[in-house]
């Protein structure tokens, strides 16, 4: 068979899984008075679509900011805005302005799902589909695997496609600017980056490792000569996108002041929900929102967060290839996710995204860490009612990538690059680390199934109504400290030569 | 990947198993209230009653077996959700019904699994070990637990078709394999369980009676009459009355034969369905309409004259033809007779082994889905699912099966007529047609070209009919005046390419050539 036919039913296949996903309920349904991002995301199409631009960001008396007021930078504004305009030929009641606050119909989800669809069906998808087939080394049928796996990964279709967001927007933009370094092709890849930073402003858990390869490419080749050349190339792409997608608000400071405002929420606490981040975890130690203020929290966690990343940014810095680039994404969008302020459940997309691409080359530790960031997801879940997707979209994933990837067959030390740990613990040399990985990789597997129906069918008990949230979060937790730790140990070990990864093929 | 042929099976069933879940909240025909009607019944009622039940206007329409079935079902439907179970509680669809019935389909599908395995063991493969996706028995488990028309049947519109192709699958897999008596067995299970299946009961006994009760032939292939072994038709015979008796014998002592047998085969419906299977009827009704309207314009009849035939009107019932004559049941049965009786006559004179049968059976399907009469269009898939064996195998029955299978799935377009199911006819169409146009020219491509070019633009020809019957059509003006258009534009279109693909199967039946391998 040859490529092209794989590939189109892969992608088949996907669309699908994602459509049949989006039949199900979403954030909020049928729950006024806030509904929920579903409600969101129609709400801002209304307010884009009939308030003049410089009011979107401000709080008018056609524009209640605290009923879900517009907090994206202005790409999703403009998004909104476009699928406001067919909203608006095809049924006028979707956007009217007041009037269609909680409007729902059958009808409605579905132009709402077809937008998502399509925004991935043009930006997401085409990102995996190339990614794969030039950027991962290999037999063609292996790329088609590692793709068909990157585009089943259970967490972006839940959320996009069940509880409703368009985080295939902002994850396929950065994606194509992976993919446009990967090619060496750096102005357009920067571009396509600032694209997705406009976004998305969490984009920004992304965004050093960006800086850093392509500030250390510059020095690579040269800071005076050519290097340079590329900064300023690399630079002016930027600032150029930037200021063409906040052209509409430079022209008063307040309005853009107001939008950053809008963007960066630092007044709404450490952390909201059950969250598996660090301070939420600590939180059942220590009550940290209570001891501390709240400037001081926001310090500490900027504190931590910026020496999480540090080591793996001027790893990359010195040594700027697409190896540690990609090791670099997914160590920091972790370190943003474990440490910094402000942290949502769904955040964890950002780092899925950079494991993903990872798939290939290290399969068990990418795809067990992606199974744990769709379990820690969890409690969201539950709450939209997505439970029987769930269930479908992570068992066919976690079949499919250890069958398909071949994950548990090949799992020697020397696939699995824990060379480092035997140099950091001579004493563990004698032992299989290896099959130890395996094992803890089947009870890890163990406790989020048991977990997960536990959280599905018990009810919790009533002096401890958030026990199942809880232990979802702090058992997601352990294993993203865990993941974040060995990606840095691998990052910091020597790079694969390429003889052994052709061999791994 | 994984060599081991049971890894890539069992992924590809588990993979087709994952992919049904996706339907579950997805839209479902009244067959799914029809299903829910006789679950109630068979649960709350006694026997004696189940046949005379009429609450629901969905009255158990099915032979015994298929009751003792859904009796089956309704044990563990109890713990899901008890009241579904309820007579009068009709339309009744609570999150645990939906989640149960759909289940019980794709958890009762293992039989078609376990049968598509078999298939896949009994087909011969080539020498030399070639990659995992251009094997025959790949290719044909891909053609057979994929099979578009099963998942959109089955798991979105709801019925229970992929547990009773197990059967029938599974009982041809065992005629392949010599293994006449569960062949036999299983069949009269399946006629027990759906009566449907009776379309392809000529091929059982022609080919059972030939090439099982005579041990031997003579040195010309003809029938040597002292080999019959009265001792095999006993066993047969005794097989298939111990099954009926077994599903209709508490019917016969009750003495409600005749209310099971009114039940089963209701002729008060008309020729065609609402929706006009692609078959020679389709074509007729056509001819017939336009012979009427060209007789109006050249005032040869006069309109007041002709009866009101709204065919199209999604009427189940009778109507008259204005100019050809009117088809009546009989002349149906008669046509469908005598299209089968060559594919019987040649199997009886030139026995070609289990595969000449499997020929046979696909004939007597399609005999009976051209001419039959009130012929649902999901029929087609008891031709298209035999005839994926045959596909692999053999390069001119591939050419016939892509034909029949694109022209076949097409035609089910119309049973899912939601926006929100678009998406999912359409790609899984896509992905079906593009994995076996690919396998299939892979597979045979040491022998040339699989499709003749006229064939290549008639199928290029749907996916015109497509556009304009999915999307132009519903933006254009006539979508108000002529509502059923697109409907017969469709079955017209189709009935076209099955019947050239059921021609060319006969002409491959007559014409075989001798030198082909005999197998088993």
New interface residues.
């Given amino acids: 068979?040859?490529t092209w036919?794989?590939v189109?039913?892969c992608v088949?296949?996907s669309?699908?899984?994602r459509?049949?996903?989006s039949?199900?309920s979403y954030s909020g349904a049928g729950k006024p008075p806030m509904f929920g991002d579903y409600e969101a995301q129609r709400h801002w199409q209304e307010v884009t679509y009939n308030l003049p631009i410089q009011e979107w960001y401000f709080n008018t008396t056609n524009n209640d900011l605290n009923y879900w007021g517009l907090d994206y930078p202005p790409l999703t504004a403009y998004h909104s805005w476009i699928c406001a305009y067919l909203a608006k030929t095809i049924n006028p009641e979707w956007v009217e302005l007041h009037k269609s606050r909680g409007y729902e119909s059958?009808q409605h989800k579905?132009f709402m799902r077809t937008t998502v669809?399509v925004a991935d069906l043009l930006i997401y998808i085409p990102a995996v589909v190339l990614y794969c087939l030039y950027l991962t080394d290999g037999s063609s049928?292996k790329k088609v695997?590692v793709m068909f796996c990157f585009l089943l990964y259970p967490g972006l279709i839940l959320i996009d496609y069940g509880h409703f967001q368009y985080n295939g927007v902002s994850l396929g933009f950065a994606l194509w600017g992976i993919l446009a370094l990967g090619l060496g092709w750096d102005v357009l890849g920067s571009m396509a980056f600032s694209l997705a930073l406009n976004y998305k402003q969490m984009e920004l858990y992304h965004a050093l490792p960006f800086f850093c390869y392509l500030l250390g490419k510059c020095i690579k080749t040269g800071l005076m000569g050519r290097g340079l050349f590329l900064l300023v190339r690399v630079g002016v792409t930027v600032l150029a996108t930037f200021a063409l997608c906040w052209l509409p608000f430079l022209a008063e400071p307040s309005q853009a002041m107001q939008v950053v405002r809008r963007i960066f929420p630092v007044a709404r606490g450490l952390f909201e929900d059950k969250v598996a981040n660090t301070w939420c975890s600590l939180n059942t130690l220590i009550k940290i929102r209570s001891i501390l203020p709240g400037d001081s929290q926001l310090y500490l966690s900027l504190a931590c967060t910026l020496l999480a990343v540090l080591p793996s940014c001027i790893r990359l810095l010195t040594k700027p290839t697409f190896w540690h680039f990609k090791l670099a994404l997914v160590n920091s969008s972790l370190a943003f996710f474990l440490f910094s302020f402000q942290v949502h459940e769904k955040s964890i997309l950002l780092a899925a995204l950079p494991a993903c691409l990872l798939l290939n080359d290290l399969p068990l530790m990418a795809l067990w860490f992606l199974q744990a960031s769709t379990f820690s997801m969890l409690p969201l879940f539950l709450k939209d009612g997505l439970l029987?997707?769930y269930?479908?979209t992570s068992?066919?994933f976690l079949?499919?990538s250890i069958?398909?990837l071949?994950a548990l067959?090949h799992c020697s030390e020397d696939k699995l690059r824990l060379g480092a740990y035997n140099k950091l613990f001579y004493w563990v040399l004698k032992m299989d680390l290896a099959f130890i990985v395996r094992w803890k990789f089947y009870i890890s597997i163990a406790a989020m199934v048991g977990l997960s129906i536990a959280a599905a069918v018990l009810i919790a008990p009533l002096h401890l109504p958030d026990l199942f949230p809880v232990l979802i979060s702090t058992t997601a937790f352990l294993h993203f400290l865990g993941t974040f730790i060995h990606f840095n140990v691998i990052q910091f070990s020597e790079p694969p030569s390429r003889k052994s990864q052709k061999k791994s093929n | 990947m994984a060599a081991d042929s049971c890894s890539w099976f069992s992924a590809l069933a588990v993979g087709v198993s994952l992919l049904k879940c996706f339907f579950i909240s997805a839209y479902r025909s009244t067959d799914f209230e029809v299903h829910r009607n006789w679950l109630a019944i068979t649960h709350s009622l006694p026997v004696s009653r189940w046949y005379y039940e009429n609450t629901s206007e969905w009255t158990l329409d099915y032979p015994p077996l298929f009751a003792w079935f859904e009796f089956g079902l309704s044990q563990v439907a109890r713990s899901f959700d008890a009241n579904m179970l309820q007579v009068e509680n009709l339309n009744y669809a609570s999150p645990a019904t939906v989640l149960f019935q759909r289940l019980s389909v794709i958890v009762t599908d293992v039989v078609f699994i376990y049968a598509a395995r078999e298939c896949c063991r009994c087909v011969r493969e080539p020498k030399g070990s070639r990659d995992i996706l251009s094997q025959p028995s790949f290719v044909l488990a891909v053609l057979l637990l994929w099979n578009f028309g099963l998942l959109l049947v089955d798991h979105i519109h709801f019925q229970y078709n992929g547990f009773l192709f197990g059967f029938l699958l599974l009982s041809v897999a065992k005629h392949l394999q010599s293994q006449h008596l569960q062949g036999a067995l299983l069949f009269a299970f399946l006629l027990n369980l759906k009566h449907i299946y009776l379309y392809v009961a000529p091929a059982y006994g022609v080919y059972l009676l030939r090439s099982y009760c005579f041990t031997q032939d003579n040195k010309d292939g003809s029938i040597r009459w002292s080999s019959f072994s009265l001792l095999r038709l006993l066993a047969l015979g005794a097989i298939v009355t111990s099954v009926c008796a077994l599903s209709f014998g508490p019917f016969i002592a009750m003495g409600q034969l005749p209310q099971v047998l009114s039940r089963l085969f209701p002729f008060k419906r008309g020729l065609c369905h609402a929706y006009w299977a692609p078959n020679i009827w389709a074509l007729y009704n056509v001819l017939d309409k336009t012979l009427a309207v060209i007789g109006v314009r050249l005032k040869l009849l006069k309109e007041a004259e002709l009866p009101l035939a709204s065919m199209t009107g999604g009427l189940v019932q009778e109507f008259e033809h204005s100019v050809l004559p009117s088809v009546t049941p009989t002349v149906t049965l008669v046509c469908t007779l005598l299209s089968i009786l060559p594919a019987a006559a040649s199997i009886w004179l030139r026995p070609c082994g289990a595969r000449g049968f499997l020929r046979c059976l696909l004939l007597c399907a399609l005999g009976s889905f051209m001419f039959g009469w009130h012929v649902h269009e999901k029929a087609i898939l008891i031709a298209i699912l035999p005839l994926s064996i045959l596909a692999v195998e053999n390069r001119e029955d591939a050419g016939i099966f892509l034909i029949l299978t694109t022209t076949g799935h097409y035609s089910l377009f119309p049973l899912l007529f939601t926006p929100a199911e678009l998406p999912f006819k359409v790609v899984l169409m896509l992905m079906f047609s593009i994995f076996s146009f690919t396998a299939l020219r892979k597979l045979h491509s040491a022998q040339g070209f699989l499709l003749h070019p006229l064939e290549v633009i008639y199928l290029l020809g749907l996916v015109a009919v497509a556009i304009a019957c999915e999307v132009v059509f519903p933006l254009s003006p006539w979508q108000q005046r002529l509502p059923f258009l697109p409907l017969l534009v469709t079955s017209v279109y189709c009935a076209m390419g099955v019947c050239y693909a059921f021609l060319r199967l006969y002409a491959s039946l007559l014409l075989q050539r001798e030198d082909k391998p005999k197998l088993l």
């Fill in positions: 068979m040859q036919s794989l189109s039913i088949l296949l669309i699908i899984a459509w049949g996903v039949l199900n059958t579905l669809l049928k695997s029987v997707p269930i479908v068992l066919g079949f499919f069958y398909l071949s067959d």
